[in-house]
């Protein structure tokens, strides 16, 4: 007999499970977890990749991995940061720019890194020729870009608000729209990769990739904020996200090494 | 002050577009005579090669410098595409994803004060990347304080095992038999 793939109840019945573990655990003093549980059986593809023994800690002060790469204007290019411009035509959707600060955790900025941001189009579909959704792929869009953060460790964007689109990790699943991000930190340890989200989207509660951080307030600082100030008239929608690294760095990293 | 992380996600599968770039893996200038190689697969809990695992590498540069230089992604100011590195600055960074087998592969300096290369992978079903670290056993100061504090089967799982012509072979097993001893750095 073949196993029935779940369905959306039967995921979001796990998916409670794991919020409601995580809400007695933490009742009964449990410290907050800020970043997903890697064995988050409600997304179907952690099962075989996640490892199952304890991680190592590693406190050795001349560790390589409290430094790390560095990027430069070499790295990017002007039109980098503006998706809606790589190609002769407009891409389709709505406009939008995405702005924030990455910051460590001490509050401090990081500054002239790397980010890198890439996504569906406005119809949710990737160009990536193994994304066979059957939604149009627009050809003034390719949904790549890169920035340096600057001297305040802010990053800005343009592009399109992407669409939500379906994946197979259970019957009817569907991602709510986001972004992918990977940041570069002052140290290898900061590394980050993650995705943004966009305010109030009803796919949020039935989405495993989301409630994969099962704490309330780490959810929501997934989320962008929607900013009238950002906003451009007759341009474009201004989202304001800001990004803060976890992972310690090599003390003289404070002293500034651009 | 201590403000709170934002959360990982996982790179999903779509990355593939996005983040490799040209000669990712090409740390050492081409013709190099210190250069070596790096390399090996990716396996899941089921022992099956992992084909969508992102594998990044930082490294000291062979002086032993940690700054790292710009231009691992150097672009062209024509077309904007990837140029490959410049053949004079180490970049101590190197990005390569699996291939349809799970393989990955580096071509790099010996890393300067230390025995090891710091390896991050990514992959889509890993919410969060992991660390390891691959410790090429033929370079000095194999007296390592992590090496030293795991049992002998955990502890092989982190030497990238030589092979002729300045090769090693490093695996990366995400779950089970042999699991790869993966970093925590608080
Ligand atoms: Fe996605």
């Not at chain 1, 073949?2 to 369905?7: D, Y």
């Not at chain 1, 891409?91 to 955790?105: K, N, W």
């Not at chain 2, 210190?34 to 809990?45: C, E, I, K, N």
Request: with cysteine.
């Amino acid at each position: 007999m073949t196993a029935q793939p779940p369905t959306q109840a039967d995921i979001g019945a796990e998916m409670a499970r794991a919020r409601d573990a995580y809400a007695k655990a933490v009742a009964d003093g449990a410290p907050v977890r800020h970043h997903p549980g890697r064995d988050y059986a409600p997304y179907r593809s952690s099962a075989l990749r996640h490892p199952v023994r304890p991680l190592v800690a590693v406190a050795d002060p001349g560790a390589a991995e409290l430094s790390g790469p560095v990027f430069g204007v070499t790295d990017v290019t002007d039109l980098d940061h503006d998706l809606t411009r790589q190609h002769p035509g407009e891409p389709l959707g709505e406009r939008i720019t995405v702005t924030g600060r990455v910051l460590d955790r001490a509050g401090r900025p990081v500054r002239g890194q790397l980010v890198e941001l890439w996504q569906a189009n406005a119809s949710g579909r990737y160009a990536h020729l193994r994304d066979r959704h059957p939604a149009p792929l627009d050809p003034n869009f390719t949904g790549v870009g890169r920035c340096l953060t600057d001297d305040r460790g802010a990053y800005t964007f343009t592009t399109v608000r992407p669409g939500a689109y379906p994946w197979r990790n259970h019957t009817n699943a569907w991602r709510p729209a986001h972004l992918h991000f990977s940041l570069f930190g002052n140290a290898f340890t900061q590394r980050l990769v993650t995705q943004m989200y966009f305010p109030g989207d009803p796919l949020f509660p039935h989405d495993p990739i989301l409630q994969s951080v099962t704490d309330e307030a780490a959810r929501q600082r997934l989320v962008a904020a929607y900013d009238h100030e950002l906003s451009t008239p007759e341009w474009a929608l201004g989202y304001r996200w800001d990004i803060v690294l976890d992972g310690p760095a090599a003390t003289w990293a404070e002293e500034g090494r651009r | 002050m201590t403000l709170p992380p934002t959360p990982s996600q996982t790179v999903g599968p779509f990355y593939g577009y996005a983040l490799p770039f040209t000669g990712g893996g090409d740390l050492a200038p081409a013709g190099h005579p210190d250069a070596l190689t790096v390399h090996g697969r990716v396996y899941d809990g089921a022992s099956a090669p992992v084909p969508d695992a992102l594998v990044e590498i930082w490294q000291p540069a062979p002086d032993g410098s940690r700054r790292g230089a710009p231009g691992s992604l150097r672009r062209d100011p024509v077309t904007g595409r990837f140029a490959g590195r410049d053949a004079t600055a180490f970049t101590g960074f190197a990005r390569v994803p699996t291939d349809a087998d799970g393989h990955w592969a580096v071509r790099t300096l010996p890393p300067g004060g230390v025995p090891y290369l710091a390896v991050a992978v990514f992959a889509r079903g890993l919410l969060h990347h992991l660390y390891t670290r691959a410790y090429l056993t033929d370079a000095p100061g194999t007296a390592d304080e992590l090496l030293s504090a795991l049992p002998p089967d955990r502890r092989a799982t982190l030497i990238a095992a030589p092979e002729p012509n300045r090769t090693y072979r490093f695996d990366i097993r995400l779950q089970g038999e042999g699991e790869t001893v993966f970093l925590d750095f608080g």
